[in-house]
């Protein structure tokens, strides 16, 4: 971890009233780029990530939604899916952003605009941006889990921003489910696991919405996908508790918010609690945690 800057969410670290940055949320599905100004998001654009493509297709289309607003030339703030270290990304699930092997993409970026750009991984940008601005004030001791296409954590320790050494730190979809194929939680509790296993139940391709559906209308083996992935994140939710001890659990993502998501969570994890309970809350910045973050964040030096 660097020096003290990001310590504190009412100091150096938090853009002055008033001052516009803009802000990328690089996702496996959708590139989201915004105008934010402190916790709210002025203007927002947005285009499917071509992912297929590569990385210097998705640079590019990233670009052009990037220079519609001249304040990019002050620098530009990115929150990307996929294990990040200096300003590089790498994809931990090669599914998500294909071909992102330590892709430069703080300098690919920053060369095509002239600008300066920071990088952040997309869930420990969404952390930052409760802790200052949602669900995380107030407290000192913090995570923020997404489930979405992926499951993902930013952890916040007395009050500073958890990287890892290679920018690993928060991966909780990658912590271990003996006895599922892959055996790691995102293999069973992520909404692209949620899909693709509730289809191979049901014998034909299902959206992760259309599992929860069947699952809602007495499909007894979509409603068997769903608690499986539950049951599993709430284990991994009672691991987390003894390593990091937070405060409070801001759940965010596409899954993570769907209604009635988080209170099966919460029951799941109340069957597990011994002593001191896990504090779940729904993120209060909901989608926008991750590009809030990113322009709130201030890297180490
Ligand atoms: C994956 C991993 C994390 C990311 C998390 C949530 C990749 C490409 N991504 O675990 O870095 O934080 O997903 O990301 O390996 P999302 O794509 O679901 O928003």
Known sequence: MG?????????????????????????????????????HVVERREVATPAQAGPEAVVAALAALITTWPQYRSGVHVA????????????????????????????????????????????????????????GRGTRDFAFVTVSTGVGAGLIASGALLRGARGLA??????????SEPSYLEA??????????????????????????????????????????????ADALVTLRWLLDPQRVAIGGSVGLAPGYLERLVRALAQRQDGEPLHLVPAALAADAGLVGAAAWTPDT
Do not use: K, M
């Open 170 to 179: 928060g991966h909780l979809g990658f912590v271990a489910v003996p006895g």
């Open 80 to 135: 990307a899916t996929g294990r990040v270290h200096e300003g590089r990304v790498t994809a931990v699930n090669r599914a998500t952003l294909p071909g992102w092997d330590a892709f430069p993409l703080a300098a690919s970026l920053s060369e095509r605009l002239a600008a300066p750009v920071t990088v952040l991984n997309d869930a420990q940008a969404a952390a930052w941006g409760e802790y200052v601005h949602g669900a």
């Open 3 to 39: 020096a003290t800057v990001n310590r504190s969410p009412d100091a150096e670290s938090e853009p002055r009233d008033g001052v516009e940055r803009v802000a990328v949320d690089l996702g496996g599905s959708r590139c989201r780029v915004a105008l934010v100004r402190g916790a």
């Open 188 to 233: 069973v509790a992520s909404g692209r696991a949620i899909a693709s296993r509730g289809s191979a139940v049901s014998g034909r391709s299902l959206t992760t919405a259309e599992v929860f559906a069947n699952a809602a209308a007495g499909d007894a083996g979509a409603a068997a996908v769903i608690a499986a992935a539950i049951d599993e994140l």
